[in-house]
């Protein structure tokens, strides 16, 4: 089954821990995303990575880091200097390119308690 | 301003209505035009894309785009219990990011 699978589905944690979210996609897609989705503000993009070993921030980067050593594999780092971490985070892929056609995983509902 | 305004609703409708949703943006130069459907708790999922003005059409739905108005409509034609989910509309903005709509929440109602 291809597809891109995100861990944990609930994650919780207490304040000033750092947290790494797992994204991994077998779909063979250069380009790789993550968003995160607060209620009535739709999606907002936090990194993206278009290529192995690179990356950019997005709109909301601070208190975030993601690294991309692999084609596959693209985790998200939630550190504790991000002031309101509790939010749904959804990770995404697509072949890359001007026609962007995006693929979801089903997403990490993060709680800091 | 946003670069995409969706109005949020929710919208609630009877089974079998006609369902529009609809999004504005700003920028002249988005070239293509997506619809998700996002189930609550899921990751959207693509339901339709369009790269030119006009309408497309997949099953009971159609996907609208004026570009002179810069206006994108998502019809839904005999709507279902099923369809009730919350619809965000996305452009291809630069370097290969999209531009997501806040998303409209749709209720249909048996």
């Known amino acids: 089954d291809g597809g891109i699978t995100q861990s944990p589905k609930y994650l919780f944690r207490k304040e000033g821990q750092n947290v790494t979210l797992s994204c991994e996609q077998n779909?063979?897609?250069?380009?790789m995303y993550w968003y995160r989705q607060d209620p009535g503000q739709g999606l907002r993009l936090i990194y993206y990575s278009q290529i192995v070993n690179d990356f950019q921030k997005g709109d909301i980067a601070e208190g975030y880091s993601v690294s991309r050593e692999k084609k596959e594999s693209f985790p998200l780092t939630v550190t504790s200097a991000q002031k309101n971490p509790t939010a749904f985070y959804l990770c995404?892929?697509?072949?890359?390119?001007?026609?962007?056609?995006?693929?979801f995983g089903p997403g990490t509902r993060l709680t800091v308690l | 301003q946003k670069e995409v305004e969706q109005d949020p609703g929710p919208l609630s409708v009877p089974e079998g209505a006609i369902v529009s949703l609809n999004c504005t943006y700003s920028n002249s130069a988005f070239q293509y035009f997506m619809w998700y459907r996002q189930y609550s708790r899921k990751g959207p999922e693509l339901l339709m894309y369009?790269?030119?003005?006009g309408n497309k059409e997949d099953g009971r739905f159609t996907a609208q785009v004026d570009k002179s108005s810069k206006y994108i409509s998502l019809f839904i034609r005999d709507s279902q219990p099923s369809d009730s989910a919350t619809y965000l509309c996305?452009?291809?903005?630069?370097?290969?990011?999209?531009?997501f709509g806040s998303g409209t929440r749709l209720s249909i109602r048996p």
């Open positions: 996305a452009m291809e903005g630069s370097a290969s990011k999209i531009i």
């Open positions: 369009t790269y030119s003005s």
């Open positions: 995404a892929s697509s072949m890359g390119g001007s026609l962007n056609e995006q693929f």
């Open positions: 779909l063979n897609h250069d380009a």
